[in-house]
């Protein structure tokens, strides 16, 4: 390639005229034994391969310097412009139409090899493009591989790729950039322009594209007056919006081809298609985001006052049934509705505590403090806050040697009460409940089991979501729905799993393992 | 326990808390338990009542509107020696154990039952009552901590504890039923000189565990207070 550059140095004249010498000069020696036809045969080759590499201007030149260089050297009389005999007149006019004829059509094939190739270089160039935009996640690797392969494609000495709001006061942001340049001072000027007008600045005029989809392109000094570059601003349009805006920084001076042209005005609607849809898809990602942030925020509100109203509403409904009822009521009723009150607020207090802890655990309000703890003495704590006459329902089955495990003593108790406590619910009437806990490697797996209807497998991931109600809670009393999302949620802050399995012969299985206190953390 | 009904003397409750319905509602249940129960709804007249009545304990809320709780505990301890029980709210921990450290005896947190508020009440007054103090062993479940003859027993056979085991045992079950701060029971033990650790304490104080728990069942006698200390508790001989 790079004899090639040097052979078009200069229009590919000085390479004509060296290769019309250097013919010359080789068969110079000849000329008394090559007859004229011969030595005009012999240089028809020479000037169809100027003709292949430098094109049809240089190609006609070395013809014209070929015809001088044949009359003067091997014409006789040597070196004068005339000829002996007139019909050598007649052969050079006839080499000379020759030499024009056949270079002028092996400069067009040329031509035409090189607009082949440099279509198949951009088909292959689009083609990368739309394969890499179609699979590529984010709209900055899309803008990267563009700006890559515009620089590599068109050679050019920057390229860098805007998006923004037009209109924006703020510089707009450059979401990718190659290149060996720094970005000017008035590149981002110009690229405010060009968001604001959706006009190109420095497009070459446009050959080959329909009238309609052509760019509108003006100089850099009518965009900003007084500012001159060798830049081209496209603007990345799509039907709709305008997404952004390509710029490049040419190799040379004198900016772009026509085909140049053609092909970033492809480049650019293929960059914009795929931002708009990096964009709209980023919306639609947005909009459902807070869409299920909505819909979780109302089944939030909803469950919470439901859940807070009703011990309220029961509560009050019974205390002022009392009060109406006045001296008349007996001392026993009384004593039975005051119970039931108790029972009322109970609840309350818990549903309060479980969306208390558990906004604080989901917002990180409630920092664990790890310390090596054991976990009987654990157990102990759940054990100490159930009603006495639930304690003897609890069977438990504990390794005689438990190693310690690493926790927060308040959450972990916290957790394990909300599984013996839906144990107790979900037990048949003074059924029992196994508590279990046994050294697992480098973790403690504890476990507690209920004899009560189970967890179906279609519910065995949902049970753990926030205000999920299993078919089986239908006629228990009702939770707020977050104690297992509490108890999940701790049991991931300690880096312990969580699963609910099926026990035999029948109930549930709440199993979940701690990492246990290495010997150094103690 | 003691059944519920009059003590020997009308015992005198000082109530310190700034909302009305807490007020209304203890002075009724104290009341009906045949307690003398003052009201104040600021710490500057929690602290006048101090001095006019000299309460037996006192019920102090620690979130007052004139002045922090922290304060009020710490006004009241230079000329009250009687029992103090922290109200607290949830999740308040760092100022339930800074009241504790300044002096505070128990704490308890709100919303609370009635029979907590009683228990708390009755096992701090017995300690000041001088009911307990003079005991010389305490019996509940299979434990019996004898403090004269530093024995312990679990059904009867005699467990061996260290000296500093059997020291931490004695001063939890002195103060059967109240939280004991890890820096009360470093002071007891070791004496306050000793610049102790918690992380010793727990080693030990699971050591005198395992000597008094049945193997393969949960703690019951010692309960940890997480953050704050631990908690002697006495089980219900039914």
């Not at chain 1, 479980?354 to 157990?379: G, K, N, T």
Request: net charge negative.
């Amino acid at each position: 390639m790079n004899w090639k550059r040097t052979a078009l140095a200069g229009g590919g004249y000085p390479f004509a005229a060296l290769s019309v010498a250097v013919a010359a000069a080789v068969l110079l020696p000849f000329r008394t034994v090559l007859p004229d036809p011969m030595v005009m045969l012999l240089f028809v080759p020479v000037i169809i391969g100027v003709a292949r590499v430098a094109g049809a201007r240089a190609s006609a030149t070395a013809s014209l310097l070929a015809f001088f260089a044949i009359d003067l050297l091997f014409v006789p009389p040597y070196y004068r412009l005339s000829v002996a005999r007139p019909s050598d007149w007649v052969g050079l006019l006839v080499f000379l139409i020759v030499a024009m004829i056949s270079s002028q059509q092996a400069a067009q094939l040329r031509t035409r090899e090189r607009a082949a190739v440099r279509r198949q270089d951009e088909l292959a160039l689009l083609n990368r493009l739309s394969f890499r935009i179609a699979s590529e996640g984010s709209a900055s690797a899309v803008a990267d591989f563009i700006v890559a392969q515009v620089t590599e494609v068109l050679g050019a000495r920057r390229a860098a790729l805007y998006v923004g709001a037009p209109a924006a006061s703020t510089p707009p942001r450059c979401l990718a950039e190659a290149g060996l340049l720094r970005p000017s001072i008035r590149e981002g000027a110009l690229v405010n322009w060009v968001l604001l007008t959706s006009k190109a600045i420095g497009m070459p005029p446009a050959r080959g594209i329909p009238y309609d989809q052509r760019i509108v392109s003006v100089g850099a000094t009518e965009a900003l007056p007084g500012v001159s570059t060798d830049g081209v601003f496209v603007p990345l349009q799509t039907s709709t919006s305008l997404e952004g805006v390509l710029f490049i920084e040419p190799a040379e001076a004198g900016g772009l081809t026509a085909d140049d042209g053609r092909l970033l005005a492809a480049v650019s609607n293929l960059a914009a298609a795929s931002l708009e849809r990096q964009r709209l898809e980023a919306d639609a990602a947005h909009a459902e985001a807070l869409r299920e942030a909505d819909r979780l925020k109302s089944t939030l509100v909803s469950s919470v006052s439901h859940e807070l109203k009703t011990p309220l509403a029961a509560a009050t409904a019974r205390v002022t049934g009392l009060v109406e009822e006045g001296e008349s009521c007996d001392a026993a009723r009384v004593r039975e509705e005051l119970v039931a009150v108790a029972e009322d607020l109970s609840r309350l207090n818990d549903s309060i505590g479980d969306l208390l802890d558990l906004s604080r655990l989901e917002s990180d309000a409630w920092q664990p403090r790890f310390e090596p703890h054991d976990v009987r003495d654990i157990l102990g704590t759940v054990l100490s806050r159930l009603p006495a006459a639930q304690r003897d329902r609890i069977h438990f089955d504990l390794s005689e040697e438990l190693p310690e495990v690493l926790a927060d003593h308040a959450q972990l108790a916290r957790a394990l009460s909300n599984l013996v406590e839906n144990a107790l619910v979900y037990s048949p009437a003074d059924g029992e409940v196994t508590v279990g806990a046994r050294p697992n490697g480098d973790t403690v797996s504890l476990w507690v089991e209920d004899a009560g209807p189970g967890v179906p497998d279609a519910e065995k991931v949902r049970v753990f979501d926030k205000f999920y109600r299993g078919a089986a809670s239908a006629g228990v009393p009702s939770g707020t729905g977050l104690g297992l999302a509490i108890t999940r949620e701790i049991v991931r802050t300690h880096d312990g799993t969580l699963k609910v399995e099926d026990a035999e012969p029948q109930g549930a299985r709440f199993a979940l393992t701690i990492p246990i206190a290495h010997e150094e953390t103690q | 326990m003691s059944p519920e009904g009059a003590p020997e003397r009308k015992q005198r409750v000082l109530v310190i808390d700034d909302e009305e319905q807490i007020r209304r509602a203890l002075k009724s249940v104290l009341s009906a338990r045949h307690y003398e129960v003052d009201l104040a709804e600021t710490a500057e007249r929690g602290l006048e009542l101090t001095a006019e009545h000299t309460p037996d304990i006192i019920v102090l809320d620690l979130s007052l509107p004139d002045m922090s709780g922290l304060e009020a505990c710490k006004r009241l301890r230079e000329w009250f020696r009687g029992p103090i029980l922290i109200l607290s709210v949830r999740n308040a921990d760092d100022d339930k154990i800074a009241a504790l450290d300044l002096g505070a005896d128990d704490y308890l947190t709100k919303p609370f039952s009635t029979g907590e508020l009683l228990a708390r009440l009755r096992a701090l007054l017995r300690r000041t009552q001088g009911v307990d103090s003079s005991a010389t062993e305490i019996r509940t479940g299979d434990l019996c901590v004898d403090f004269a003859k530093r024995l312990v027993t679990v059904k009867g056979e005699p467990v061996h504890l260290t000296r500093i085991e059997f020291d931490i045992l004695a001063q939890l079950a002195r103060n059967a039923g109240r939280v004991v701060t890890s820096r009360m029971l470093l002071d007891t033990v070791w004496g306050p000189e000793y610049v102790g650790d918690t992380q010793t304490l727990r080693v030990h104080v699971s050591h005198v565990r395992r000597k008094i728990e049945s193997p393969g069942d949960v703690s019951r006698y010692i309960l940890t207070e997480p953050g704050v200390g631990f908690r002697f508790v006495e089980l219900d001989n039914e």
